[in-house]
Nanobody, 126 residues
Framework: QVQLVESGGGSVQTGGSLTLSCQAY??????????MGWFRQAPGKEREGVAA????????LYADSVKGRFTISQDNAKKTLYLQMNSLKPEDTAMYYC?????????????????WGQGTQVTVSS
């Protein structure tokens, strides 16, 4: 069983930056081999994939809306996933969730991920 706890959300102005963290709890060997992803959901909208990362050589995947602004990374020793968010826009406002997939294939499809955190709120004001 894997538990995920997000942190780092907050309120920033347009153009600002935030770094989200996702602490994973569970067997280290299983977490190391999992694909991890960040998703977001704004009020009244469907949950959308933002970024994902595979284990091993760590290839990444980004939604077009965040390419060049967001960076996903992982510290295996700390069992922590990060999302560095720069040049934030009001449309980035949402609840952000991290997710883990034992299948180890990076994906922006929420149904591919069985493990989810509770989310952290990001609000970007104009």
């Amino acid at each position: 069983q894997v538990q995920l706890v997000e942190s780092g959300g907050g309120s920033v102005q347009t153009g600002g930056s935030l770094t989200l963290s996702c602490q994973a709890y569970g067997p280290t060997y299983s977490i190391y081999y999992m694909a991890m992803g960040w998703f977001r959901q704004a009020p009244g909208k469907e949950r959308e994939g933002v970024a994902a990362i595979e284990p091993g050589r760590r290839p990444t995947l980004y939604a077009d809306s965040v390419k060049g602004r967001f960076t996903i990374s992982q510290d295996n020793a700390k069992k922590t996933l990060y999302l560095q968010m720069n040049s934030l826009k009001p449309e980035d406002t949402a609840m952000y969730y991290c997710a883990a997939d034992p299948g180890a294939r990076r994906s922006l499809v929420s149904s591919d991920y069985p493990y989810w955190g509770q989310g952290t709120q990001v609000t970007v004001s104009s």
